[in-house]
């Protein structure tokens, strides 16, 4: 009888894996099959760890946004000023992803919000992510400003993302003072 190897972590590492695929090859250029060979695991341990694509990549945008979430709540609950908060934003937008790392993640972003588009179950977690981006941001402003400023978060990191020449952090910092002049919450 062969012993069979024991992997405790294999489900999360797999979960991994989806995410560097479809950061490469999109969702429609990841399969199981793909990812249990990056893996080094028999195609038949994907089964086992999911019912399905569908299943392994709501898991994996999960933990990506989970992962966005939490840098950004990190950001922002360090804050204590209204010109701390709006520095946090900045650097959210400029400071907090690396070149390659910004790339990467904006492909991710993108592939979820297609999924998200057409699929409501992946629509809930940005709409989780969204929900919590603007906890963090009602903590400085109000309501309507969080919204403001969460989209324009989402749409400077596009750009950043997409725009071959590096965003000037003196207009980011320009645009959010204008969207928070009056805002507060403290």
């Known amino acids: 009888m062969t012993a069979r190897r024991s992997e405790p972590d294999r489900r999360s590492r797999l979960i991994d894996i989806a995410l560097e695929l479809v950061a490469e090859a999109g ?10 060979a990056r893996a080094g695991v028999p195609l038949g341990s994907m089964t086992y760890h999911f019912n399905g694509m569908d299943e392994l ?3 994996a945008f999960s933990r990506f946004a989970e992962t966005i979430i939490i840098r950004f709540e990190e950001r922002l609950s360090a804050a204590t000023t209204i010109d701390e908060a709006r520095e946090a934003v900045i650097g959210l937008i400029h400071d907090d992803l690396p070149g390659q790392q910004a790339a990467r993640d904006g492909v991710l972003a993108f592939e979820l ?25 009602e903590r400085h402003f109000d309501p309507d400003t969080a919204r403001q400023v969460d ?21 980011t910092k320009d645009a959010i003072a204008r969207i928070t002049g009056g805002s507060t919450r403290q």
């Open 57 to 59: 990549l709501f898991e």
């Open 113 to 137: 919000y297609t999924l998200a588009a057409r699929e409501p179950r992946f629509r809930a977690i940005t709409r989780e992510w969204m929900r919590r981006s603007r906890v963090e941001l």
């Open 27 to 36: 969702v429609a250029g990841t399969s199981h099959r793909k990812i249990a």
């Open 151 to 171: 989209a324009l978060i989402e749409g400077l990191w596009i750009h950043r993302s997409l725009d071959p020449e590096p965003l000037d952090r003196s207009i």
